[in-house]
């Protein structure tokens, strides 16, 4: 048997060297993790952080885009819808000549069948964009209403709508200034016309209508001139009686017997009868040119009578 001798001393242990204990690991390492001090390490985690920004950074423009391009989708069916409207005004000029609604449907020169316009719809454009029509009598007022479906939709109003129809040569009721009115009630009306053409013209007569109750009375004077100067009278007596046909002209026969109006011009016309009139309405104006052309204007398209100035 083999002698086993017992001592004290325990054996040494693996881990010491030279009598001072080390670690079971290498240098640089702490229980298997690299240290930072490693290069490799540190590369490694900068490549993760690297590759986490970018999938971030990703999916945020992956977001923003289509929703950038939705947004701006708005602005460009907003203008669409806008030039759809417009074209709807135009038409309504065009459709109401041909179709003869401008020509009065009652002795009074009301030109009530513009109310045909009331609902027309046409369809243009991509996206099945469409204009529809409505003529508000009571104020004299086109509507015309541009809508692009699920997109965007568009008004325009035109006032004094008639002014348009009875002068597609160019001139019209200065929507500038302020609507016909009675400076004197029922006796002296003021209201102002633009030259809106490229070229002047030059007025030298008028004819006129209005619908009156009480005594007849007739126009004894009219006064014109360029807004911003005094006007000047134009038109005396003998006096004028109202016209249904508003033709033949009556010739100006003072201050020059004709009132100039330059290119994009205003002016004011004022118009006196010889006395008040119990009621007054649908006051029509014509005026001439020296070369033949004609401008008429309705100061009182609803037949509601002028209000005060």
């Not at 009139?277 to 004609?294: A, E, L, P, Q």
């Amino acid at each position: 048997m083999k002698n086993v001798s017992v001592t004290h001393n325990p054996p040494p242990s693996p881990f010491t060297k030279e009598g001072i204990i080390t670690p079971p690991f290498s240098k640089e390492r702490l229980g298997g993790i690299f240290l930072l001090t490693n290069s490799k390490g540190i590369s490694v985690l900068f490549l993760v952080i690297a590759m986490m920004l970018m999938v971030t950074i990703g999916y945020v423009f992956s977001y923003l885009i289509p929703t950038k391009q939705k947004g701006a989708s708005f602005p460009i069916h907003s203008i669409k819808a806008f030039y759809l409207a417009q074209s709807g005004v135009e038409f309504a000029v065009r459709y109401s000549i041909q179709m003869g609604y401008i020509t009065p449907a009652t002795p009074d020169l009301i030109p009530a069948n513009l109310n045909n316009l009331d609902g027309v719809t046409r369809n243009l454009g991509d996206r099945n964009g469409r204009f529809t029509i409505d003529y508000d009598r009571l104020n004299n007022t086109l509507i015309s209403t541009g809508v692009i479906p699920n997109g965007s939709e568009r008004r325009v109003e035109v006032s004094n709508f008639t002014s348009f129809l009875q002068t597609e040569k160019g001139v019209i009721l200065d929507p500038r200034n302020p609507s016909p009115c009675w400076t004197t009630t029922r006796r002296v009306a003021r209201f102002y016309i633009r030259n809106a053409r490229e070229n002047s013209i030059t007025i030298t007569g008028f004819a006129a209508y209005w619908v009156q109750t009480g005594t007849v009375r007739t126009i004894s004077r009219i006064d014109t001139g360029v807004v911003g100067v005094p006007p000047t009278q134009k038109f005396g007596p003998p006096n004028y009686a109202r016209d249904r046909n508003l033709t033949p002209a009556r010739a100006f026969n003072l201050g020059g017997n004709s009132q100039i109006i330059n290119s994009d011009q205003a002016i004011q016309v004022i118009i006196t009868w010889n006395n008040a009139m119990t009621t007054c309405t649908n006051i029509v104006i014509r005026f001439y040119t020296n070369t033949g052309i004609s401008f008429t204007f309705y100061l009182d398209p609803n037949a509601v009578g002028l209000g005060s100035c």
